[in-house]
């Protein structure tokens, strides 16, 4: 029994693709502390440093007393504490849209509003760099599924004019990304909304990684390309910039009651821990403040220092280096070569990420170079300093 596994774990180790974890004895931070010694931190989404923010420390700190540390329920039994309303009322409001549910992940959130959404007679079509959690719950839904190549509007296209012809009943939704979580681009939204219109389909965004980075008060990018009202279900992580944890839904109310009453996590899981609730509600306040904007803008100066200084990468020709976000792959494509890349940089204290399959394509290994409103420009200079030092 005890070996039961070890030869599929000697198989991951000779392809290069056996992980561990990695213990981090601190806070999230610009820095942080790892088997004994201090690391510069560019592994992580916390996009605007929120994540040990006094503000949102106090929030929580403060619920814990009110609330206590657990939600004893799922949110339809007797979990749905004051927090959570809060929050979801904060959320719909800085949204734009009418209501807003939270979910205990942003996984959570994929994987249950999918399924409520289509089924088997209906069709999903995918954009192929889509997040594990998006991809999990189109197949979950049991919808006839299409991957279409990623940010390829021609062969969405195609496949809606299939759908159409095919599937003339039944209900079409595009499931895509804001901002690609290990490329870093954006999606074309502007074109793809009109696409959808012409041919009725359902869009659901996922702005995880656009929220707080992206349209005025960090709002994503369907309200900084202004289409937010085409966009049905807007999905979002409270766990990246917003620097807690969860995900959301935001729409219709009709969207939200149908959620609440057919969305499996939401409904068959306790609800969060209300003191992360209220961390998050005071991260959307931050958000929407003129404070928040401010640390916002401090973000992008940091995007524009990594732009200017990170070495081309061993793949340059297959990197963008025009992101629009402030996640910088530099592609490899070996694994091997990634992990032994990401030692280097951890030997000059650097926390850099190799990101392998099946996160990214076989053969498409890379580091996954974010930075944070929290960074020091030195730091972001130093480390393209080392990376350009990188043996390729
Ligand atoms: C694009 C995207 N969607 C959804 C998720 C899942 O969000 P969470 O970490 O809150 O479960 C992630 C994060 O890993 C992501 O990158």
Known sequence: MSNLFQEQLQALRARSLYRKLREIGSAQGAEVQIVGRTLINF??????????????????????????VGAGASRLISGTQSPHVRLEGALAKWKGTPAALCFSSGYAAAVGTIPAIVAKNDVVLLDKLCHASLLDGAKLSGATLRVFPHNHLGKLESHLAWARREHPDSRVLIVTESVFSMDGDRVPLRELVEMKKRFGAL??????????????????????????????????TLSKALGVSGGYICGSRSLIEW???????????????????????????????DEGEKRRQLLWS?????????????QAQITKRD????????????????????????SE????????????????????????????????????????????
């Open 349 to 392: 204290n650097f926390l850099v990420p190799a990101i392998r399959y099946p996160s990214v394509a076989k053969g498409s290994a890379r580091l996954r170079v974010t930075v944070t409103a929290d960074h020091e420009d030195a730091q972001i200079r130093a480390l393209c300093e080392a990376m350009g030092r990188l043996n390729v």
């Open 302 to 314: 940091r995007i524009k220092t990594v732009r200017e200084f990170l070495p081309p990468s061993p």
């Open 259 to 289: 959620l609440v009453n057919r969305a499996r996590p939401f409904i068959f899981s306790t609800a969060p821990p209300p003191a992360l609730a209220a961390a998050a509600l005071a991260a959307v306040e931050f958000l929407a403040s």
């Open 43 to 68: 592994s992580s989404n916390d996009y605007l440093g929120l994540a040990n923010n006094p503000r949102l420390r106090e929030a929580a700190t403060e619920a814990i007393a009110e609330f206590g």
């Open 323 to 346: 992101q629009g976000s402030a996640i910088h792959p530099w592609i490899i494509g070996d694994e091997q070569t990634a992990l032994d890349m990401s030692r280097t940089l951890q």
């Open 203 to 236: 869009l659901l965004l996922d702005e995880a990684h656009a929220l707080g980075v992206i349209g005025a008060n960090g709002r994503g990018l369907a309200a900084e390309e202004a289409v937010a009202h085409n966009v049905e279900i807007q999905m979002g």
